[in-house]
Structure formats: structure tokens, C-alpha cells
């Protein structure tokens, strides 16, 4: 069996050395874990409300089937449905992309991750 060992400290002495050894473990061969903070939002492009890779008027239309429209799909990601990340997604999301869409509005802003569908 092969054991491996870390030099802790080093000291020359004339034409020798003086090594203290300490043993590895396989914990501290592992690379260092990453802490990474949760993600907050779903959202991957502001406005894309149907979640298909793409702002347009499909987006529009498919929030105002989920605004009139009873027991309508809620969006997959709200926070892409909600364009001015108010925290809601209401008739004003819609208007806000129409105005984007033909108009040439303001962009869309991802919602916060705390909002409602």
C-alpha cells in the first residue's frame, strides 16, 4: 500500500535535509468546493412570457390567454412574463410589450424571483 504525505516544513542541515512529513487524506487532495449563490430568477430572456427563446407577439398573445382566459397555463417563468418586474403579471406587462414590440418601447427588465403569476 502506497501512503502519500505532505511536506509541512523543509530545513536544510549541512548536506541533508530535515522533513517533517504529515499524511494526505483524500479529503485534501479534492479540490476546494465552490459555494455558489442560489439563483433567484428563472429568467433567461425579459419578455419571452411563452418561454420560447424569443421576444414577440406570441408573448403577447399568450399573456392575454392567461389574463382572460380561465384555467390558462400559467407562464414558466414569471419572471420573464412580468416586463417591468413590478412583482405581478397583469395587463400592464402586456401593454409594456406591445409598446416594445411595435413601438419600440422600453425593454423588458427580468422580475425579481419573489413576484406572482
Request: aromatic share 4%.
Given at each position: 500500500m502506497t501512503r502519500l504525505f505532505r511536506i509541512m516544513k523543509a530545513k536544510a542541515i549541512g548536506m541533508s535535509a530535515l522533513i517533517a512529513l504529515?499524511?494526505?487524506t483524500l479529503d485534501s487532495?479534492?479540490?476546494p468546493?465552490?459555494?455558489a449563490e442560489p439563483l433567484s430568477s428563472c429568467c433567461v430572456i425579459p419578455g419571452?412570457?411563452?418561454h420560447s427563446g424569443s421576444?414577440?407577439?406570441a408573448d403577447i398573445t399568450f399573456l392575454i390567454a392567461r389574463?382572460?382566459?380561465p384555467g390558462a397555463d400559467a407562464p414558466f417563468c414569471c419572471d420573464e412574463a412580468d416586463v417591468n418586474a413590478d412583482g405581478r403579471v397583469n395587463l400592464l406587462d402586456m401593454v409594456l410589450l406591445v409598446e416594445r414590440i411595435f413601438a419600440?418601447?422600453?425593454a423588458p427588465v427580468c422580475?425579481?424571483?419573489v413576484g406572482q403569476c
Open positions: 504529515t499524511p494526505l487532495l479534492a479540490p468546493q465552490l459555494q419571452d412570457a411563452d421576444m414577440n407577439i389574463t382572460f382566459t419600440g418601447g422600453t422580475g425579481s424571483g
